[in-house]
């Protein structure tokens, strides 16, 4: 069983930044590829950010590209989520999940274990 634990969300203004984090549990971590997802309220679940396993390919969203970054620790089985210049429209819950093994993808049914979110809040 893979545990995921996110952390790092809170209370930002627009233009600020944070830094969202996942520890994943098991030894499997380097394995497979991850993604940041996030939901806001009223809206579906929607993909965020991907990388893979070694850290060589990487998706994002096009509403935040150029702002944020995902990155990965696979010897601390970590996985961050820098998110700069934040909007207002970037509220949501922010969910680290476990991609596929073999390849990274942007679409959420791809994905398996879910950690449980961390709120973002962006108001002034």
């Known amino acids: 069983q893979v545990q995921l634990v996110e952390s790092g969300g809170g209370f930002v203004q627009p233009g600020g930044s944070l830094r969202l984090s996942c520890a994943a549990s098991?030894?499997?971590?380097?394995?497979?590829?991850m993604g940041w997802f996030r939901q806001a309220p009223g809206k579906e679940r929607e993909f965020v950010a991907a990388?893979?396993?070694?850290?060589?390919?990487?998706y994002y969203a096009d509403s935040v590209k150029g702002r944020f970054t995902i990155s990965r620790d696979n010897a601390g089985s970590t996985v961050y989520l820098q998110m700069n210049s934040l909007k207002l429209q970037d509220t949501a819950v922010y969910y680290c999940?476990?991609?596929?093994?073999?390849?990274?993808?942007?679409?959420?049914?791809?994905?398996?274990?879910w950690g449980q979110g961390t709120q973002v809040t962006v108001s002034s």
């Open positions: 098991g030894r499997t971590f380097n394995t497979y590829s």
């Open positions: 999940a476990r991609g596929p093994a073999g390849y990274t993808s942007t679409s959420d049914p791809h994905y398996d274990y």
């Open positions: 990388i893979s396993r070694r850290g060589t390919t990487i």
